[in-house]
């Protein structure tokens, strides 16, 4: 959803019913929307930097508030605000640090840091690309993925192909503005040529090297891997 300031309480909202229904203990559902008050409010005060207006009415650039599922052994809600500011832009993540990675405007990064770490979950800051509006922008995307207890089916519940994995993956870019994407298929396995960038999928895995090293994600995780593959994306360009 797009976030203005008569829409965090319903982000808040959206937030704390997705978890419940998830059968998220009830002290994990409050700390997911304390995080989620605390990007969400961040973010639209310093998340506007490339804002884009047709007759006074914002058209694209807008902060959004991301909410999806990954992890077929291990769920986890992924809640996620993106902006198209440099607030977070700078932000390193370092939660063991014990500085404050935000400076005189407060606290945000340890809160969303310490919360997250004491519900056994993790977080990150990394660049991204816009999902709603008229235009898909560059931005910062600021996420925290809280486990999740219950038994949950990933939107994707059958064993697919290289090609129609591949394929999913490839639609997804698109829908975020990525371009000059060459894929192919063969019985066994499928590769996704990007500028500076291949990702390959064999055995039920995506596969690509970022970064950091070699990373992965199986094929019912593609939202995630589609989103840490604009990220490597965004990084090289």
């Given amino acids: 959803m797009a976030l203005t300031p008569a829409s965090v309480s319903d982000a808040r909202r959206r937030v704390r019913t997705v978890a419940e229904e998830l059968g998220m203990s009830s002290t994990l559902v409050d700390d997911l929307v304390v995080i989620t008050s605390e990007l969400t409010t961040n973010a639209l005060r310093h998340g506007g930097g490339r804002l884009v207006c047709h007759g006074g009415r914002p058209v694209a650039g807008l902060p959004e508030l991301w909410l999806y599922l990954r992890g077929s052994k291990r769920p986890e809600l992924v809640t996620t605000v993106f902006d198209t500011g440099d607030f977070w832009a700078s932000a390193v993540p370092a939660p063991a640090s014990g500085r404050d990675v935000i400076g005189e405007d407060g606290r945000g990064l340890q809160i969303i840091a310490a919360l997250a770490e004491a519900a056994g979950g993790q977080w990150g800051v990394h660049p991204s690309r816009s999902r709603l509006g008229e235009q898909r922008l560059a931005g910062t995307a600021v996420w925290v993925a809280l486990p999740v207890s ?88």
């Fill in 150 to 237: 219950e038994p949950v089916r990933l939107p994707l519940t059958r064993a697919v192909g290289p090609d129609e994995s591949i394929g999913r993956l490839v639609e997804l870019l698109r829908s975020r503005g990525v371009g000059g994407l060459i894929a192919r298929a063969t019985g066994q396995e499928a590769v996704l040529s990007l500028p500076r960038l291949t990702v390959w999928f064999r055995q039920g895995t995506y596969i690509w090297q970022g970064t950091t090293g070699r990373l992965s994600a199986d094929a019912g995780d593609v939202v995630d891997a589609a989103e840490q593959i604009i990220a490597e994306y965004e990084r090289a360009r």
